[in-house]
């Protein structure tokens, strides 16, 4: 057994002198032999043990498990939570033995009687019971890397290094699993075929790395449009599969239209000045239950989709199994446009902005619902408004459904409502000042800007911002920080508020990296003479690190969710 170059550090927990005498000489001895070896200090009860174990770190602890305040295994029970990292070493009794030895079966390392204790015996069980709990402990760490790099290999193993979406292993397990299920709860498991249109292009022209980026990204955007029970996983190249289980055909239609506007919603960035528009086209089948291989169910899916393919891209084709397809009928995204058109499609909810040292809300952010199946949230009835040219329509709707909620807010607090750039250049200034004046001509109004959606030059905004802020209306800068340069919208528009986003915020309390960024952000914002507020609070930890950084509002989750808007009509002026 190697000297160890440090003392045994020894906590004793016993209220017998006699037998504290004893440890000592024994302890003593052994000194003797191996210099400095050992140091002990006493508590001559349980509560005192505690206390010392919060004072100082030691190497082992002998207890006694008769002590003043405490008797029995109870003792042992009460000490373990603050031993985690030392081993205890019971002493005790010849009458006790049996109490000892259910010691051990509650984590103990072991026990020594007391009256067959030798100057020996206890220098060796002591030695013995460190060194055999730290290789255990040792032991338990190996075991946990070992187990998560087993668990690594696996999902590796079922998934595609570069999207970290399911591989063609998986989805065969996946279909598998699925198809058994749905034969026996006799539910409906959908299909959807993806293949990313002219892709062959990007790679030839940009590179690879490229391409790369491009996968990654898309693959990104198909797992934040669907439900956590659906499956997504790359076929190869350029194409995906996703399984929508229990799932009728209607609705997976609705699906692969979501997916596609999710596609092409937003150009994806493959250097810092550069940007690709990326399409595809998707064939939509039920797996049929006599679909058992994953090679059938793409047999199938192929022919839906070399359908679309030879006749027009950037569509969803549906079909069955036998191949026979046809595009969606009645122009889907036409016919959801013209729903969210009608009076009574929006809803609004608000959630709080609030002083982050207190938790006092000083306004709220009012955000759009649609009633219109599958595309309930703005990121998806705002796409098919896009792509139908109805845009500033939805967003006027949109707007007046915030406003109306906005105005039975008490005259004090912020009314946060967006407005998209787009509708700011379509529709007079005057209109929409107005608009707000109709329900309210009081109060607090602040228009958010998304920085993700400013494109080009931002001085195409500048005359709207003006106007609103020489009517008394605060503007926002929303989304600053989420991937974009950001420095010359904030320069020319001078917005009153700068809101960080939630990429530039998640993580930032164990990244420098993000917290150097963030204070850049920070001081870019402060420079402006703009009030700053922080988005996508959703932790304590980007709580806490808001606060050391001296940001003084926020909005998040953690903070407080969004709830349901009260609404009332418009005033009469």
């Given at each position: 057994m190697s000297r160890k170059k440090s003392p045994v550090r020894i906590l004793l927990i016993e209220d017998d002198p006699n037998c504290v005498l004893i440890v000592n000489e024994h302890l003593?001895?052994?000194?003797?032999?191996?210099?400095?070896?050992?140091?002990i200090e006493k508590a001559e009860?349980?509560?005192?043990?505690?206390?010392?174990?919060?004072?100082?770190?030691y190497d082992i602890v002998l207890l006694d498990l008769t002590l003043p305040d405490s008797k029995g295994i109870d003792t042992l029970n009460q000490l373990r939570p603050h031993t985690k990292g030392i081993p205890v070493v019971i002493l005790t009794g010849i009458a006790d033995e049996a109490v000892a030895l259910e010691a051990l079966d509650r984590g103990a390392a072991d026990y020594l009687i007391k009256n067959e204790m030798s100057h020996n015996s206890l220098g060796r069980t002591v030695l013995f019971a460190i060194e055999r709990f730290h290789a255990r402990k040792e032991l338990e760490s190996l075991t946990g890397e070992l187990k998560a790099k087993n668990e690594l290999l696996e999902?590796?193993?079922?998934?595609?290094?570069?999207?970290?979406?399911?591989?063609?292993?998986?989805?065969?397990?996946?279909?598998?699993?699925?198809?058994?299920?749905?034969?026996?709860?006799?539910?409906?498991?959908?299909?959807?075929?993806?293949?990313?249109?002219?892709f062959k292009q990007i790679n030839g022209s940009l590179g690879h790395v490229a391409g790369d980026v491009v996968l990654k990204e898309i693959a990104s955007r198909l797992k934040a449009s669907l439900r956590v029970s659906d499956y997504i996983g790359r076929i190869g190249g350029d194409e995906f599969l996703v399984l929508l289980p229990e799932t009728p055909l209607t609705d997976g239609i609705r699906v692969a239209e979501k997916l596609r506007l999710s596609i092409s919603s937003s150009p994806v960035s493959v250097s810092k000045n550069e940007g690709v528009q990326i399409k595809a086209s998707i064939g939509v089948l039920p797996v049929s239950i006599t679909t058992f291989s994953l090679e059938e169910l793409l047999t199938s899916a192929y022919k839906i989709l070399e359908r679309s393919k030879r006749s027009r891209k950037n569509k969803v084709f549906v079909g069955n199994p036998s191949g026979e397809a046809q595009e969606v009928q009645g122009d889907f995204i036409s016919n959801l446009t013209q729903r969210l058109s009608n009076d009574g499609q929006f809803w609004a909810v608000m959630q709080p902005i609030c002083r982050l040292i207190n938790m006092e809300p000083v306004g709220y952010e009012f955000l759009t619902r649609s009633t219109s199946k599958g595309f309930e949230m703005p990121a998806d009835f705002f796409r098919a408004s896009l792509e139908a040219n109805a845009l500033t329509l939805v967003d006027q709707m949109c707007f007046k459904v915030c406003l109306s909620s906005a105005a039975c807010l008490q005259p004090d607090l912020k009314r946060h409502i967006n407005l998209f750039p787009s509708t700011m250049i379509n529709v007079p200034i005057e209109?929409?000042?107005?608009?707000?004046?109709?329900?309210?001509?009081?109060?607090?109004?602040?228009?958010?800007?998304?920085?993700?959606?400013?494109?080009?030059?931002?001085?195409?905004?500048?005359?709207?911002?003006?106007?609103?802020?020489?009517?008394?209306?605060?503007?926002?800068?929303?989304?600053?920080?989420?991937?974009?340069?950001?420095?010359?919208?904030?320069?020319?528009?001078?917005?009153?508020i700068v809101k960080i986003d939630r990429k530039a915020i998640t993580g930032a309390k164990e990244d420098l990296n993000?917290?150097?960024?963030?204070?850049?952000?920070?001081?870019?914002?402060?420079?402006?003479?703009?009030?700053?507020i922080a988005e996508g609070i959703e932790s304590r930890n980007d709580l806490e690190v808001l606060i050391e950084l001296g940001v003084r509002y926020g909005q998040g989750y953690f903070i407080g969710m969004p709830a349901k808007a009260p609404s009332r009509q418009k005033s009469s002026l």
């Open positions: 003593k001895k052994c000194r003797e032999k191996i210099s400095g070896f050992f140091e009860n349980l509560a005192q043990g505690l206390e010392r174990l919060t004072q100082r770190r999902r590796f193993a079922v998934l595609d290094h570069l999207t970290e979406v399911l591989n063609r292993r998986g989805l065969e397990q996946t279909l598998h699993r699925e198809s058994r299920w749905s034969r026996r709860a006799k539910s409906e498991l959908i299909a959807a075929l993806i293949s990313l249109d002219n209109e929409l000042i107005e608009e707000i004046r109709s329900f309210h001509d009081k109060g607090i109004y602040c228009i958010e800007i998304s920085e993700a959606q400013i494109i080009g030059d931002p001085s195409y905004l500048v005359t709207a911002v003006r106007g609103l802020k020489q009517h008394g209306i605060l503007v926002a800068i929303d989304d600053v920080g989420f991937g974009r340069s950001c420095v010359e919208s904030l320069t020319l528009l001078e917005p009153d993000r917290i150097r960024s963030l204070e850049r952000l920070l001081s870019i914002g402060r420079s402006l003479g703009a009030e700053v």
